[in-house]
């Protein structure tokens, strides 16, 4: 498999579950970020890893916590979401966090009931 | 904190227009500017990049513009094809960070008519 792949595609959540969001990019790249895709609203970065260390924390609420335990791997751990937070979760991966040209993946259609 | 707008936030002509996206923001001390293109259920693809220093660049029928001074960039589509229907958007990278920090537009719609 090729380029930046994300799991599951589409997930239903209430409130009160636990879930996980998996990326993995098979690129070679040193550098990995999640955005947030809300309806009617700009993509947002939410965290930016580099060599699995967290360079960006974008002033994101403590029920979303990342975890980067490889340079090619990265998960977003959910827990005691809000209906707010339905949305199109987007991965993306660069060479390194200071290059340009950043590769998405198709993102995880989150709905949290 | 810098922000990124978008117009029209959607657009539809007919085959073969040639036709014109915008992208304004407030900072112009950018690192530089970047035009996506997202399909459903594709993620987003990268189009053309503009660093600070440049005017244009072009790839095939796109062109973006750069005026940092008044806070702008375009998006030429020459001889729309119904295969360019996607939401096109606008980021641009502050300067001052070393890491990619972009800020987003909500995109424009296009749908291009056979």
């Known amino acids: 498999e090729t380029g930046v792949t994300q799991t599951p595609r589409h997930l239903v959540m209430g409130m009160t579950n636990k879930k996980s969001l998996k990326c993995e990019q098979h690129?070679?790249?040193?550098?990995m970020y999640w955005y947030k895709q809300s309806a009617k609203k700009p993509l947002e970065l939410m965290f930016v890893?580099?060599?699995?260390?967290?360079?960006e924390n974008n002033s994101v609420p403590s029920r979303f916590s990342p975890e980067c335990p490889n340079s090619s791997h990265l998960f977003l751990h959910l827990h005691t979401l809000q209906p707010e937070d339905s949305a199109l979760y987007l991965c993306?991966?660069?060479?390194?966090?200071?290059?340009?040209?950043?590769?998405f993946g198709p993102g995880t259609r989150l709905t949290v009931l | 904190k810098q922000e990124v707008t978008q117009i029209p936030a959607a657009l539809s002509v007919p085959e073969g227009e040639n036709l014109v996206l915008n992208c304004s923001f407030t900072?112009?001390?950018?690192?530089?500017l970047q035009w996506f293109r997202q399909d459903p259920g594709k993620g987003l693809t990268s189009l053309l990049l503009?660093?600070?220093?440049?005017r244009e660049q072009t790839s095939g029928r796109l062109n973006a513009s750069l005026d940092k001074s008044s806070g702008r960039s375009t998006l030429y589509i020459a001889a729309s094809q119904p295969g360019d229907s996607a939401t096109y958007l606008c980021?641009?990278?502050?300067?001052?960070?070393?890491?990619?920090?972009?800020?987003f537009g909500s995109g424009t719609k296009l749908n291009v008519k056979p």
């Open positions: 890893y580099s060599l699995e260390e967290r360079v």
């Open positions: 980021a641009v990278r502050p300067a001052g960070y070393n890491f990619n920090k972009f800020y």
């Open positions: 900072d112009s001390a950018i690192y530089n």
């Open positions: 690129l070679g790249h040193n550098a």
């Open positions: 993306a991966s660069s060479q390194d966090a200071g290059t340009d040209t950043q590769y």
């Open positions: 503009i660093q600070s220093s440049q």
